[in-house]
């Protein structure tokens, strides 16, 4: 007896029959409404798209040191909801997460509070307290559970410090996540530097502070034949850069945010502090450029870069609120607007939200294909609801599309076969 | 005249020019004119605004403005009430919307803040029933400042439209240039901005406005000249090499005046730096009209408290 079967759900366009058993994937068959097959539990799933669970390389959870913003709980819960199965938590935690000891307290809480998933995978910081100076125990990180390595919010300036930690890195087997911003030229005003912002009388933050840092990271990464991920991509020239290093055989990989496919900067208008993040939301020319590259594959993944706020930080003056969006209740619900107006394809989609930075991170992959985990998300594309603080399950209400009536929403997620929501 | 006066002013608050049509500026300037004439009584004082309370919040320093407000609303007999924020609670590490939320309780009239945030201003109207003015917010606006400009300018030219004037020095980090941009455009008075490329605003050619970097072409055949004053940090900040080589490639000298129209005006939102951004003999000449915007921003000030407390619904 099988252990779920889902009946009738859209896969990328057909109408298919799941079996799960043990974990996994038994079978995918063409959807036939006379198939009675015994299970433990029958889901009819009619009209409701079926996705792999989502994987996520970039979040910000806020444990320990910050939980009043989002606790590994809450952040986990939210995942759940939102259709991720998997979810890499970057290292600004307080203390930051540059010993074993602190990833081996994540793990712990997650295990403690989803023993069946969203499964959490830290990120483990490359330099000591992310000051970029002295390299953190990269070896110790990565026994204790780390996936990757970043000092995400807070560039790597000093080049010969970012090459040697790639280097040390790549002997672990693990992969460099930069943050790419030149933090002279760049300093993390969350705004795009414009004629908009001028006029605001913002400082921005002008887009070649972020290509200067991935054409170092992409040289270094041909120079060294080294691989190298490049974090939350937003502006045209980086996105060129990447095609660029892709072009000459750098083994790169990128990624870009909800955010900045489906808003541009005109978000900031009214001084709107939930449209403050770093790097910032850019032109629409940048924007255009980006759904381009996710199409064309020179940006590979898709990740939220979710990262919670307390309301009350937000409720400040422009330039005193922090940095920061709140995303995992959200980003398949807004990114959908654009596999259903056909601007980012379906296939395109599940490759960049769930199975290519699953493979690239080293984390499980569900292809629908027997034997891949039975990680699956069911999902209402036509269910309708409205953002508000008390729908979203992230202690961070921080959310851009706050107050906007979003079309598609999870209705169920199964990890290894288990119901999670 | 008051009561209609007061029944056409549709705004809550005054935080940037571009939010004023044409309509309203003239209707701020013609009652500027009318409280301009009682600042030249014997008696400069009028109950209009008796009983009514007007809290001065400056959480960054100034003095001509915050006096300027102050002598607005005591010639109205508002009750005024200063807020700074050394000695305050914002010095305590409260934050702006708290301090929003306690000021409402105060229940005062209006609220006229200067803060060094962009957007300050908005921040505190958002959230407040009473009026807000804004008084200065980080490099954005002044709103105040480009009315009592343009106060100056009219009682001096008369007509505004097909006048020129030139803004010169530090446009990038200048409230007082951004709202003057806006204003002095839409009433018809062709602008141009003058100063080091590191001064100047990203996007600046976007803005209805000619730029120069020479000096002495942009003062060429204009009708006035509007002095900014240079932040001293900006050197340190690595915009310009030394205040010297500042003051040789941009002060407005006697010279460089010489070239504007005769009888060209003066102004300078000061504080000045005499000798750096404003010679000291330009700024004593008899085309200097620094001490008459002083005069203008209480009339101007006058008429918009009285506008904006004692307007209908």
């Known amino acids: 007896m099988a252990d779920l079967f889902i009946r009738g759900a859209t896969l990328q366009g057909r109408t298919v029959d799941v079996l799960v058993e043990g974990g996994v994937v038994l079978d995918v068959l063409a959807h036939d409404p006379a198939r009675c097959i015994e299970a433990a539990q029958v889901r009819d799933a009619a009209g409701?798209?079926?996705?792999?669970?989502?994987?996520?390389?970039?979040?910000?959870?806020?444990?320990?040191?910050?939980?009043?913003?989002?606790?590994?709980?809450?952040?986990?819960?939210?995942a759940a909801h939102g259709g991720f199965g998997r979810i890499c938590c970057m290292a600004n935690t307080k203390?930051?997460?540059?010993?074993?000891?602190?990833?081996?307290?994540?793990?712990?809480?997650?295990?403690?509070?989803?023993?069946?998933?969203?499964?959490?995978?830290?990120?483990?910081?490359l330099t000591m307290g992310l000051k970029g100076q002295d390299m953190a125990p990269l070896a110790e990180l990565a026994e204790a559970g780390c996936v990757a390595f970043s000092n995400d919010?807070?560039?790597?300036?000093?080049?010969?410090?970012?090459?040697?930690?790639?280097?040390?890195?790549?002997?672990?087997?693990?992969?460099?996540?930069?943050?790419c911003e030149d933090p002279f030229l760049a300093p993390g005003t969350g705004v795009n530097e414009s004629a908009l912002t001028a006029r605001m009388g913002l400082k921005g933050q002008p887009s070649v502070g972020e290509a200067a840092q991935v054409a170092r990271d992409v040289l270094l990464a041909g120079y060294l034949k080294l691989p190298v991920h490049i974090a939350h991509v937003s502006c045209r020239e980086a996105v060129e850069l990447i095609a660029w290093a892709k072009a000459k055989g750098v083994d790169v990989t990128a990624e870009t945010c909800p955010h900045y496919l489906c808003y541009t900067q005109d978000a900031v208008r009214g001084y709107n502090t939930l449209a403050k993040v770093s790097p910032p939301l850019r032109g629409e020319d940048d924007r255009l450029a980006l759904i381009q590259a996710v199409n064309e594959g020179v940006i590979d993944f898709l990740a939220t870069d979710h990262a919670p706020h307390?309301?009350?930080?937000?409720?400040?003056?422009?330039?005193?609120?922090?940095?920061?969006?709140?995303?995992?209740?959200?980003?398949?619900?807004?990114?959908?607007?654009?596999?259903?107006?056909?601007?980012?394809?379906?296939?395109?989609?599940?490759?960049?939200?769930?199975?290519g930075p699953g493979e690239r991170f080293g984390l499980g992959v569900n292809r629908f294909r027997p034997g891949d985990p039975a990680d699956i998300v069911l999902f209402d594309p036509d269910a309708v609801w409205t953002v508000t603080p008390e729908a979203l399950h992230s202690k961070g209400k921080n959310a851009l599309c706050l107050g906007e009536t979003l079309r598609g929403r999870v209705v169920a997620h199964y990890l290894a076969g288990v119901a999670v929501i | 005249m008051q009561h209609d006066t007061a029944r056409s002013w549709r705004h809550?608050?005054?935080?940037?020019?571009?939010?004023?049509?044409?309509?309203?500026?003239?209707?701020?300037?013609?009652?500027?004119?009318?409280f301009q004439e009682i600042n030249t009584r014997p008696t400069k004082k009028v109950p209009t605004l008796k009983?009514?309370?007007?809290?001065?919040?400056?959480?960054?320093?100034?003095?001509?403005?915050?006096?300027?407000?102050?002598?607005?609303?005591?010639?109205?007999?508002?009750?005024?009430?200063?807020?700074?924020?050394?000695?305050?609670?914002?010095?305590?590490?409260?934050?702006?919307?708290?301090?929003?939320?306690?000021?409402?309780?105060?229940r005062p009239d209006a609220i006229v803040i200067r803060h060094e945030q962009n957007g300050a201003a908005e921040f505190m109207a958002n959230r407040l029933e009473c009026s807000v003015i804004n008084a200065?917010?980080?490099?954005?606006?002044?709103?105040?400042?480009?009315?009592?400009?343009?106060?100056?300018?009219?009682?001096?030219?008369?007509?505004?439209?097909?006048?020129?004037?030139?803004?010169?020095?530090?446009?990038?980090?200048?409230?007082?240039?951004?709202?003057?941009?806006?204003?002095?455009?839409?009433?018809?008075?062709?602008?141009?901005?003058?100063?080091?490329?590191?001064?100047?605003?990203?996007?600046?050619?976007?803005?209805?406005?000619?730029?120069y970097d020479r000096v002495e072409d942009a003062v060429a055949g204009v009708d006035a000249v509007m002095c900014l004053r240079l932040q001293l940090e900006r050197q340190q900040a690595g915009l310009l090499p030394d205040l010297r080589e500042y003051a040789a490639r941009y002060c407005l000298t006697a010279g460089r005046l010489a070239l504007a129209n005769a009888h060209a005006q003066v102004l300078h939102?000061?504080?000045?730096?005499?000798?750096?951004?404003?010679?000291?003999?330009?700024?004593?000449?008899?085309?200097?009209?620094?001490?008459?915007?002083?005069?203008?921003?209480?009339?101007?000030?006058?008429?918009?408290?009285?506008?904006?407390?004692?307007?209908?619904?």
Request: proline residues 5%; hydrophobic residues 45%; contains cysteine.
């Open chain 2, 51 to 106: 009983g009514r309370s007007v809290v001065l919040f400056f959480a960054e320093p100034s003095t001509r403005t915050k006096t300027s407000f102050d002598v607005a609303g005591k010639r109205l007999s508002a009750d005024t009430f200063s807020l700074a924020k050394s000695g305050s609670s914002l010095q305590k590490g409260e934050s702006l919307k708290d301090t929003a939320l306690t000021l409402q309780a105060m």
């Open chain 2, 12 to 34: 809550k608050d005054l935080l940037d020019i571009s939010q004023l049509s044409l309509e309203d500026v003239l209707l701020i300037l013609d009652t500027a004119d009318y």
């Open chain 1, 310 to 355: 307390a309301m009350h930080e937000k409720e400040h003056p422009f330039e005193e609120a922090p940095n920061g969006i709140s995303w995992l209740d959200t980003a398949l619900a807004k990114c959908w607007e654009l596999v259903r107006a056909g601007v980012i394809g379906e296939e395109r989609f599940v490759m960049a939200a769930s199975t």
């Open chain 1, 153 to 179: 919010g807070l560039p790597v300036l000093d080049s010969e410090r970012f090459r040697r930690a790639m280097e040390y890195a790549a002997d672990l087997g693990k992969m460099v996540i930069d943050h």
């Open chain 1, 95 to 125: 203390p930051v997460n540059d010993a074993g000891a602190v990833t081996a307290f994540m793990l712990g809480q997650a295990k403690k509070s989803h023993p069946n998933g969203p499964w959490l995978h830290p990120i483990g910081a």
């Open chain 2, 269 to 313: 939102p000061g504080p000045i730096n005499r000798g750096l951004e404003i010679a000291a003999d330009v700024a004593d000449a008899p085309e200097s009209c620094i001490l008459d915007q002083v005069a203008a921003g209480v009339a101007v000030r006058m008429a918009l408290l009285f506008l904006h407390l004692t307007r209908k619904g």
């Open chain 2, 136 to 211: 200065g917010d980080g490099r954005h606006a002044h709103p105040t400042q480009a009315l009592l400009d343009a106060y100056t300018l009219r009682e001096h030219w008369g007509m505004m439209a097909g006048k020129t004037l030139c803004i010169l020095g530090d446009i990038a980090h200048s409230r007082v240039a951004r709202s003057n941009v806006i204003l002095l455009n839409l009433m018809g008075v062709n602008v141009r901005l003058c100063g080091p490329r590191t001064l100047m605003p990203y996007g600046v050619e976007t803005w209805p406005v000619t730029v």
């Open chain 1, 48 to 78: 409701l798209v079926l996705l792999p669970s989502l994987v996520d390389v970039h979040v910000h959870l806020r444990e320990p040191g910050l939980e009043y913003k989002e606790t590994i709980a809450t952040g986990l819960t939210a």
